[in-house]
Every structure is written in structure tokens, then in C-alpha cells.
């Protein structure tokens, strides 16, 4: 467990299910990627279940973020590829605009950097969400890529790269896939 100013962050467990899936299920979640949308438990199940691997193999990976108790998030680092630290963040509607998705951005980032600190940290977004993108330059990520977001349902869809440091071609291209 980590503790912010204002959030507690625990790797998620089976209990968490119905909480995540309130937040990956909700469309206003998902404003800047309909297609993202949890359409069911199902898929919430799943997810979950790489979330608690990414955790069971590098000892990191996206936690639960409580605001006095009640769920209002989830988000961290996890290793993409082999080759870098991808960093998410993804918090309930009525949680957003507050800073707590910079808090656990920053709490992510030292310990992706703790444990592994020669991959970098990247965060991957669309530039429709402006600010997803202000988060991760909040937390030291600069604009790295810009190009079209390949697989995207938009054919007009760009993705943002951002990252911690200069990426070198294969690092980059691990974050297209």
C-alpha cells in the first residue's frame, strides 16, 4: 500500500471487481475512446486478471486508488513489451479534475523508477484527451511521438507518445503495438 495526500493505493484484488467495473463500464470514463468501454463483467473479469499478473510478475503494476474508502480509480505502472513502463491512469467521473490522477501518476512513476529504472516510462494517449496528456507532463513525460493511432476504430485518431526520456526506435516501436 502507498499513501498520497489524498488517495491510498493497493494492488488490486477479486474484491475491486464491481468497482472497476463501475469505472471501465461507465461511457463518461471513456469520453476520448468509446470503443474502450467495459460492455461487461466479463471483460472486467479479464482485465482484472492481467492487472493481477502484471503485479505477480514485476511486482508492480496498476493499483486500486481509495479516496476516504471508496474507490475512485485505478491506474500505475506496469512493463509493456519488455521494454518499457506504461503508465495509466483512469479515475471515476465524479473523481476527475481534482489532481488525484497526477498524484497516483507521481507515486507510479518513483516506483516504476525504484524498481526497474532503466526502462523508461511512457504513457500513451490519444490527443483528443488533453488532460490525460497534462497529467503525464505534470509527472516529468515529454511529447516524444505524434502519428496516427493504428487499430483505432477513428481512422483519425492521433496518438501522443510521451515519455520520460528520448526513446530509441525499438522503444518506440514497442509502444505502436
Keep these: 500500500m502507498i499513501t498520497t495526500a ?3 493505493l493497493d494492488p488490486p484484488g477479486d474484491a475491486d471487481l464491481e468497482d472497476l467495473h ?3 463500464s461507465d461511457a463518461r470514463t471513456w469520453t476520448h475512446l468509446p470503443s474502450g ?24 503494476g496498476a493499483w486500486v486508488a481509495r479516496e ?12 509493456r513489451q519488455g521494454a518499457f513502463w506504461n503508465l495509466g491512469y483512469r479515475f471515476a467521473p465524479e473523481a476527475q479534475g481534482r489532481g488525484l490522477a ?4 507521481a507515486a507510479a512513476v518513483d516506483a516504476a523508477r525504484e524498481r526497474r529504472p532503466e526502462l523508461p516510462v511512457v504513457a500513451y494517449l490519444l490527443e483528443n484527451n488533453p488532460g490525460s496528456a ?14 496516427p493511432d493504428a ?27
Design 6 to 8: 489524498r488517495l491510498q
Design 22 to 24: 463501475r469505472i471501465y
Design 37 to 60: 468501454r467495459f460492455a461487461d463483467l466479463a471483460t472486467t473479469r479479464e482485465a482484472l486478471a492481467g492487472w493481477l499478473a502484471d503485479w505477480h510478475e514485476h511486482g508492480l
Design 68 to 79: 476516504d474508502g471508496t474507490v475512485v480509480g485505478h491506474g500505475g505502472c506496469a512493463v
Design 102 to 105: 497526477t498524484e497516483l501518476a
Design 134 to 147: 497534462a497529467v503525464a507532463e505534470k509527472v516529468g513525460l515529454a511529447l516524444r511521438h505524434r502519428g
Design 151 to 177: 487499430g483505432n476504430p477513428d481512422p483519425s485518431a492521433v496518438r501522443l507518445v510521451l515519455a520520460d526520456r528520448v526513446l530509441s526506435e525499438a522503444e518506440l516501436a514497442a509502444t505502436m503495438r
